[in-house]
């Protein structure tokens, strides 16, 4: 049995462990990584802790397998996070020992946030982020994901919505090409794709 549902607060270790179970351009990146919560620290947790009302959850029998998280403003929720998410992460991570080269790119991303090109947040100010474990992929549990989020922005008259995919993951960049989202851009390491609502 599958729900697609509402986020609720104690779904928060879930948003931490599918992150890294796919953190790695939609591959497992546990063994990248001594600190098991850094990836989630950067794209999952905080849009649970700061906007629940913007994530989505899938749950099986086994549990919970995927969600979509985002906002429908990323500039004010970059904000958000210098105020209240990346400071007490930056102390917290300030002394770090017996770090993977991994580990250490994700605690310089929380000193140094990169941020989308600020054309394509003007253009399409939400952004989302997707992520399912492998037992869910291909069942269009993540269409129909992105159809609950989507239509709620457009409830709430959000203009358009971006995100940028690894270019090394091509089943990524598969779906949101044929999910009504269009290439903006291309970088070494990113494509922006872009959807208008
Ligand atoms: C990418 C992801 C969200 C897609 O969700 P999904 O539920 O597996 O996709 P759906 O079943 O809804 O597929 C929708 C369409 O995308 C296509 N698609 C999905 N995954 C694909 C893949 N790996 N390769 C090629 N096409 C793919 C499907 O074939 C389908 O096309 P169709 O409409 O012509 O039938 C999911 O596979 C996932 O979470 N992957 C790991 C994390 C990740 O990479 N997230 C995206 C980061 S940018």
Same mark, same amino acid.
């Given at each position: 049995m599958l729900?697609?549902?509402?986020?609720?607060?104690?779904?928060?270790?879930?948003?931490?462990?599918?992150?890294?179970?796919?953190g790695d351009a939609g591959r497992d990146a546990t063994a990248l990584h001594?600190?098991?919560?850094?990836?989630?620290?950067?794209?999952?947790?905080?849009?649970?802790?700061?906007?629940?009302?913007?994530?989505?959850?899938?749950?099986?029998?086994?549990?919970?397998? *995927?969600?979509? &998280? !985002? %906002?429908?403003?990323? +500039?004010?929720?970059?904000?958000?996070?210098?105020?209240?998410?990346?400071?007490?992460?930056r102390l917290f991570y300030a002394d770090s020992e017996d770090m993977t080269e991994a580990d250490k790119a994700r605690i310089a991303t929380i000193n140094a946030p990169s941020n989308a090109p600020s054309d394509l947040t003007i253009a399409y100010p939400a952004h989302i982020?997707?992520?399912?474990?492998?037992?869910?992929? *291909?069942?269009? &549990? !993540? %269409?129909?994901?992105? +159809?609950?989020?989507?239509?709620?922005?457009?409830?709430?008259?959000?203009?358009?919505i971006h995100l940028g995919a690894n270019v090394t993951n091509e089943g990524g960049i598969a779906f949101w090409s044929k999910s009504g989202f269009n290439e903006l851009r291309r970088e070494p390491s990113v494509v922006w794709f872009g959807m208008a609502l």
């Open positions: 729900e697609l549902r509402a986020y609720r607060s104690d779904d928060l270790d879930a948003l931490y462990s599918i992150c890294l179970e796919t001594n600190d098991p919560k850094l990836v989630g620290h950067i794209y999952s947790a905080p849009y649970g802790v700061l906007e629940p009302h913007n994530v989505f959850i899938a749950e099986d029998d086994l549990g919970v397998a *995927g969600y979509i &998280v !985002g %906002t429908h403003d990323t +500039k004010r929720f970059a904000e958000s996070l210098e105020a209240e998410w990346w400071p007490d992460l982020h997707m992520n399912l474990l492998p037992r869910l992929r *291909g069942q269009r &549990v !993540g %269409t129909n994901l992105l +159809k609950m989020w989507v239509d709620q922005a457009r409830k709430a008259g959000v203009r358009g």
